[in-house]
């Protein structure tokens, strides 16, 4: 007698065995219930989370055949633990070029016053400016402005960005910056007293930056106010230290900054 199998479904009726795909940072695919086709971010026990073209989040289990990755149903799966994550986005919220070199610096520069606020530039946008080639140069002071852009002489492939501490109509550092009239130079500023209030509340643990009486040293007040140690220079790098990215700045510090890269990076942005 013969034997015959239990299952008597032709061959090709039977479904074909779905996939399984490691969730690894970076793969893109969609989630077929909701429609929601993103990146993968973050796989932790029984989740995924995407990250979709316009920055928005979203957690989905990982159920058997769940999402879709070029249009064929596949089963994510967590990563082995022995795989290393790699930071999807830099400080800045850019898009990380894992294993990218430093590009050849550019002939433009950036200027930025202030050491505390170059050492703030460097930590959010280091990443991104050595990828773009665009050097940061310390400006010890508004006032030396003019005389640096003279001797920097910023043409069409020699574009100059400067940021300024503090930029308000009517100051003398505004009328400064307005003096710099070069269609290849463009300057821009912040309206915080010091770099140290472009840094949320929030980081460092505080409700808000507390008012300085006029005429007194405003770190030197803020530390009395908080009640952290009159050493501004320590009290600095612990701040620095609270940023981990943009989401700990003031929006109105990270729309100058991304301007002055776009400026020197794109040959046909023009100031306005």
């Known amino acids: 007698m013969r034997q015959y199998s239990p299952d008597l479904t032709p061959p090709w009726k039977k479904p074909k065995p779905v996939p399984e795909v490691p969730a690894e940072p970076g793969l893109v695919v969609e989630e077929p219930g909701t429609g929601f086709c993103g990146a993968v971010i973050r796989c932790e026990a029984g989740t995924v989370t995407l990250e979709d073209r316009h920055g928005k989040h979203r957690v989905f289990p990982l159920e058997p055949s769940g999402f879709l990755l070029e249009g064929r149903v596949v089963t994510l799966v967590r990563p082995p633990s022995t795989t290393p994550v790699r930071p999807s986005r830099t400080a800045s919220g850019s898009v990380a070029v894992p294993g990218a070199r430093a590009r050849v610096a550019r002939a433009g520069r950036i200027y930025v016053e202030g050491r505390h606020d170059a050492e703030l530039v460097e930590k959010v946008w280091g990443d991104d400016l050595r990828v773009e080639g665009v050097v940061v140069e310390y400006l010890g002071g508004v006032d030396d402005l003019p005389s640096i852009v003279a001797d920097f002489a910023p043409g069409p492939d020699a574009r100059l960005g400067v940021l300024v ?14 003096s710099v009239t070069s269609e290849h130079a463009l300057v821009v500023g912040h ?80 100031p306005l």
């Open 165 to 178: 501490d503090h930029l308000v109509p009517g100051t003398k550092e505004w009328r400064i910056a307005e």
């Open 191 to 270: 309206p915080y007293i010091d770099i140290w209030e472009a840094v949320k509340p929030s980081a460092v643990g505080i409700e808000a930056w507390p008012r300085v009486p006029r005429g007194q040293d405003w770190k030197t007040g803020v530390c009395r106010a908080v009640g952290w140690p009159e050493n501004t220079g320590a009290v600095w790098q612990a701040i620095l230290k609270r940023v981990g990215s943009y989401k700990d700045l003031e929006p109105e510090l990270l729309g100058r900054v991304e301007e002055l890269i776009d400026f020197v990076t794109d040959p046909g942005l023009t």
